[in-house]
């Protein structure tokens, strides 16, 4: 699957409470984009969903260092990081 297609499938997976295969579409779709923010913040909402604050806490980061001038994505990778940390 194309990125947008996989983003769009991992959406549905995450909803449906499917985790293992979000991360896995999503997974896939990095393999095609690995320099997409928003992939990786997609992936460490999923990771974070799932019970993995550490992991979802590194991606979260990944994605920070790779959304260059976006504000909104920034935040919504800090909403991350502060409830892997528990805040």
Known sequence: QEPPQAAATAKAQRRAGDYARAAASLERALGISPHSA?????????????????????????????????PDLKARNQAILEAARGR
């Open 38 to 70: 928003e992939l990786w913040h997609q992936l460490a909402a999923v990771r974070l969903a799932a019970g993995e604050p550490e992991q979802a806490a590194q991606l979260a980061a990944r994605s920070n260092a790779l959304a260059g001038d976006d």
